[in-house]
T-cell receptor, first 113, second 115 residues
């Protein structure tokens, strides 16, 4: 299974961009990278996903390196409500032809006032 | 559109008992996955159901089982509860697990405490 490696924790000043890195060096060619966040042990919330091109939505931007071995989630203007654990996930291909998520340990982001 | 709902939200059981948790997916979603989250092990995949069939299974003992109904609602059952089964159990639904890109949406979870 592809595994992800993330920093355990990060701090970011409110209003600044938060850049959360993720390594996924064993990712296969057709496996997507997904990002979720979890606040106060609620259910994880979907943020964004991508394959090899950079992606942007109303919540964040996802930058994937050309070799696909790493990616960065960017929250352009972090607010206190963005304090959460952020998970970088690879959606792995199974022998059955289906897929499943492999969660890593996540990065605990703390946004400081 | 309503999100994924899980019932009950909180549950307290004693060792040796069994428990059934319920998950209602987002309308139109046919795939339901279950996860266990503990402080020590993080988020671990339990199993996934699609069209009433278990498609994938994680590395959990046979005490953990599940099923899916024709309306895509799913239940998971844990028999002979152990203290280590105390966890947040999360359900996630998606349109179809076989799609190249298929996003899972999570419910709020059921917090199970085993005494």
């Amino acid at each position: 299974d592809a595994k992800t490696t993330q920093p355990t924790s990060m701090d970011c000043a409110e209003g600044r961009a938060a850049n959360l890195p993720c390594n996924h060096s064993t990712i296969s060619g057709n496996e997507y990278v997904y990002w979720y966040r979890q606040i106060h042990s609620q259910g994880p919330q979907y943020i964004i996903h991508g394959l090899k091109n950079n992606e942007t939505n109303e919540m964040a931007s996802l930058i994937i390196t050309e070799d696909r071995k790493s990616s960065t989630l960017i929250l352009p203007h972090a607010t206190l409500r963005d304090t959460a654990v952020y998970y970088c996930i690879v959606r792995v291909v199974l022998t059955s032809g289906t897929y499943k998520y492999i969660f890593g340990t996540g990065t605990r982001l703390k946004v400081l006032a | 559109k309503a999100g994924v709902t899980q019932t009950p939200r909180y549950l307290i059981k004693t060792r040796g008992q069994q428990v059934t948790l319920s998950c209602s997916p987002i309308s139109g979603h046919r795939s339901v996955s279950w996860y266990q989250q503990t402080p020590g092990q993080g988020l671990q995949f339990l199993f996934e159901y699609f069209s009433e069939t278990q498609r994938n299974k994680g590395n959990f003992p046979g005490r953990f089982s599940g099923r899916q109904f024709s309306n895509s609602r799913s239940e998971m059952n844990v028999s002979t509860l152990e203290l280590g089964d105390s966890a947040l159990y999360l359900c996630a639904s998606s349109l179809a697990s076989y799609a190249l890109t298929d996003t899972q949406y999570f419910g709020p979870g059921t917090r199970l405490t085993v005494l």
